[in-house]
């Protein structure tokens, strides 16, 4: 809460140097004090504050200002100043009123007309545009009349919560929403809200589109449409607007639209109860309401009816395939296979999750969580070389096409002198086919002094490495001992097509390529994790190519929904050979008429785009 308006008594003063013109909004006071010589500041005014200039005379002009500044030399500026205020209501500016004013006219603080008018009065009609607390128990008060609030703004009284929070009745007997008419309407014609378009029309026994699980009202007045329905439709409660009715019966929406009558419609519509000949005490239900026999029949033999579990008629079935019909067992109980598409006919489908990103028509398998040596280099042509703490070798490899983690590496290593010597193996990423990067993780292996020959020696990873399916990374190998002696195998013939040898001089800070040997190598990968679906693959004997369960069917993001036709025809292949066994491939998803380096078959095409899917490899 804050006080905009503030009441404030000042010495009269004068305006300083040479005056001000008619559109000048700063004015500079010779001294802005109170009676005891006190400056007086933004803050003593409020948010506004009030003055006269040249007081007593013709040139008499009324101002407001909205901030005060002190000057080191006793002066006040004025700013914020609004000139020519008028003399009588409303108090705005009068352009004939702004006056110049010379240096030293008389200026005098004063609660001029324009002030008194952000005053409340009595008499008057209000708004309050701050908050006004009452000291307990002085509340704001009624005089001896008690009337219901009306409007959503009113306050409500004592008596008036009292009566209503304690169940004494209230004379509320009816409900009356403002409306928009969507064809001409008369007062007491019957109407249902439209929800297309939010208007009121005229309803219709003949047509349940206009009587059924939709909103009644009674217009209360004419309209037409696109206009508003003069005082409202009338929701719920007493309606008087009604001619010629039966006391005491019931009230049915008629054939003849907009009209309530007492009798049945083409469909009947119950809307109300018949007061007297012009009032209807209006209650419509909602919708039809069931027979008996309607209702023993949604009991059912489990569950519970519900919006969602409705009940049906033997009308609502079909043995043949009919549009928007439920199907039903021929004599011998069997559904006649019409009812499913040519592809629903011809495909077994079941979704999974994927492993990684995949595209409609691969070959895919069922994952296990497999750990196998699925990348080997160990060709022997008795190349090797040695290894220093500065002198760093390394193997960059692609990872498969499953790939989940690197679980361990082999090298072929021998250590030559006489102490014991320590290796460590790291994996990194790679920029532009060489190592880079920290280590993804490392592991060291000690080797006895004296070896006279290579042995392989395995690196497990004391926890496998995360590493992204099909992408380069590279081994990276290196005696921490600070000494010499330990020599590494390689071949010299580049057998390998993923990478390649690497090496650095400088503890690993550059490397080159040594293309185009490879290092003696193989590296352990857990291939898929157990569950999802990835690529098929025939290069090595592992899951990628015993665990083929069908083809993609359509696009699918890593850790996302994807599905697989399993049985059937596959539709999903392209420049397929008629009558031509398939084969997995190595390369991942792929499939061919010819064996890959692990024969697994997987279908006989029917087409150039279709493949019936055959497993018959075991």
Partial sequence: MSDNRNIVQARKSSLFGSGVTTTATTMILSALVDPQGNTLLTADFGAVGYGVLEPGTVREENFSFTTVAQNADGTATLTGVVRGLDFAAPYTTVAGLKKEHGGSTVVIISNSAPFYNNFANKENDETISQTWTFTNPQYPRLDSAVTAPVDDEELATKKYVDDTAGGTPIS??????????????????????????????LVDATDTATLYNIKLGIAQGAGTDGNAIAGGVLTQGLDTNQSG??????????????AVGTSVGTNEKIVGDVISATEV?????????????EKDALVGTSGSPSSTNKYVTNDDTATTSTANEIPRGDGSGKIDDDWLSAEAQSKVRKVFTAGIALTAGEAAIIGNG???DSITQTTDDSTHTDMTDTKWYGQTFTTKGAAETVDAIKLNLRNAAAGARTIRVSIRSTSAGLPTGADLDSKDFALSGGEVGFNTRTFTFDTPIAVTASTVFAIVVRNITDSTGVYIKYNSTNLYSGGNAVSSTDSGSTWGSDAPNDLHF??????????????????????????????VD?????????????????????????????????????????????????????SATEIIIKQDNV
């Fill in 172 to 201: 509320i007997n009816r409900v009356v929403v403002a409306g928009t008419a969507g064809a001409t309407v008369a007062a007491g014609n019957l109407v249902y809200l439209d929800n297309a378009d939010t208007e009121w029309k």
């Fill in 245 to 258: 009715l039966s006391t005491n019966s019931t009230a049915y929406a008629t054939d003849t639209p907009g």
């Fill in 281 to 293: 005490l209006f209650d419509p239900d909602y919708g039809p309401a069931p027979t008996a026999d």
């Fill in 370 to 372: 497999e750990t196998v």
């Fill in 522 to 551: 193989v590296v352990t990968e857990t291939q898929t994790e157990s569950g999802k679906v990835y690529p098929a693959s025939a290069e090595i004997t592992s899951i990628l190519s015993d665990g083929f369960i069908g083809f």
């Fill in 554 to 606: 359509a696009n699918a993001t890593a850790d996302n929904d994807v599905t697989v036709t399993v049985g059937g025809v596959d539709d999903n292949q392209t420049g397929l050979t008629t009558g031509d066994t398939y084969f997995l491939q190595d390369a991942s998803g792929t499939i061919g008429t010819s064996a890959g380096t692990v024969s697994r078959k997987v279908g006989l095409a029917v």
